[in-house]
């Protein structure tokens, strides 16, 4: 059993936890994940690591509630416990392996959509310990759904904000943002970018005009995380690739956003009909299956 050391409720549908898990603390790097099951009949969620603390033994997760078994989870308190963790799974960020002398000569920008800040912040935070400072892009739909503002302003050399309400920082979208600041005159050599798959193909559509070289997250896709399910299909440069096994970070302007979006609307039925199961319990019937 894995413990939950703390339980927080972000923003509107999503949350935080602290997770007991020694074996994936000791392990893990930015840009992995980790599978949590709750309950021996539980579903296999795959989670980024959002954090990790080796001396504590912990990792931290963010999730936003889809369906059923995310729902389970928000109403979890610290004390109570995960069924299984299995982790560090997928590979680590790219930057993890690269000569820290030549990460000292890039001018990394990050574009965080969403929850999209989750995975995004372990990298930063990773880059700032080991003294290289990037500039992070944050965007949400309104100041109500932006999540990790201040621990992102804690290790990046600049947080841009922006809402696409103008509530909260600039009015627009990530893409408007970059391209403000390179019109301004930053020059920079890479960008990684995650959070929604529109909001990534549209990053990478900006970021291919503009000539920089870009890295995406295909977390959003994964559904079992071991590469069986095959629900993370990718093509990639025309060949296919499977983002839990494979990724999740890939070429950014080497995906086919087109087919992923595709491919990520196929359990939207399955999602909605667990979920009214779980709320209506004993009474549900079922019948919405009359419509297919």
């Given at each position: 059993m894995y413990e939950?050391?703390?339980?927080?409720?972000?923003?509107?549908?999503?949350?935080?936890?602290?997770?007991?898990?020694?074996?994936?603390?000791?392990?893990?790097?930015?840009?992995?994940?980790?599978?949590?099951?709750?309950?021996?009949?539980?579903?296999?969620?795959?989670?980024?690591i959002a954090d990790y603390d080796r001396k504590e033994e912990t990792i931290t997760i963010v999730f936003q509630v889809v369906g059923a078994s995310t729902e389970k989870m928000s109403h979890l308190k610290a004390g109570d416990s995960f069924t299984d963790i299995v982790g560090p799974l997928g590979k680590p960020s790219d930057m993890i392996e690269t000569p820290l002398e030549e990460l000292k000569k890039e001018s990394i920008i990050f574009i965080a959509g969403g929850v999209?800040?989750?995975?995004?912040?372990?990298?930063?935070?990773?880059?700032?310990?080991?003294?290289?400072?990037?500039?992070?892009?944050?965007?949400?739909?309104?100041?109500?759904?932006?999540?990790?503002?201040?621990?992102?302003?804690?290790?990046?050399?600049?947080?841009?904000?922006?809402?696409?309400?103008?509530?909260?920082?600039?009015?627009?979208?990530?893409?408007?943002?970059?391209?403000?600041?390179?019109?301004?005159?930053?020059?920079?050599?890479?960008?990684?970018?995650?959070?929604p798959v529109i909001m990534m193909k549209f990053a990478c559509l900006t970021t291919k005009a503009l000539n920089i070289p870009t890295i995406v997250s295909m977390n959003p896709i994964m559904i079992d995380g071991t590469g069986m399910c095959g629900a993370c299909r990718l093509i990639v440069d025309g060949q296919v690739k499977f983002a839990c096994v494979d990724g999740p970070e890939f070429d950014g302007h080497l995906v086919d956003f087109d087919l992923a979006m595709k491919r990520q609307r196929q359990y939207k039925d399955e999602e909605q009909r667990a979920m009214l199961e779980l709320q209506e319990g004993a009474t549900h019937s079922g019948g919405c299956e009359a419509d297919h």
């Open positions: 939950i050391l703390k339980v927080e409720h972000l923003v509107d549908k999503d949350w935080l936890m602290v997770i007991k898990a020694p074996f994936v603390a000791a392990k893990c790097e930015p840009g992995q994940f980790m599978i949590a099951k709750l309950g021996e009949l539980g579903e296999r969620i795959p989670f980024t999209g800040a989750a995975p995004v912040y372990p990298q930063v935070k990773w880059l700032h310990e080991h003294g290289i400072e990037a500039d992070v892009i944050l965007g949400a739909r309104n100041k109500e759904l932006l999540i990790m503002e201040e621990d992102l302003r804690k290790v990046a050399a600049n947080v841009y904000v922006c809402t696409d309400d103008g509530s909260y920082g600039d009015k627009g979208v990530v893409t408007d943002i970059l391209k403000k600041l390179v019109e301004g005159g930053k020059k920079y050599t890479k960008c990684i970018a995650i959070g």
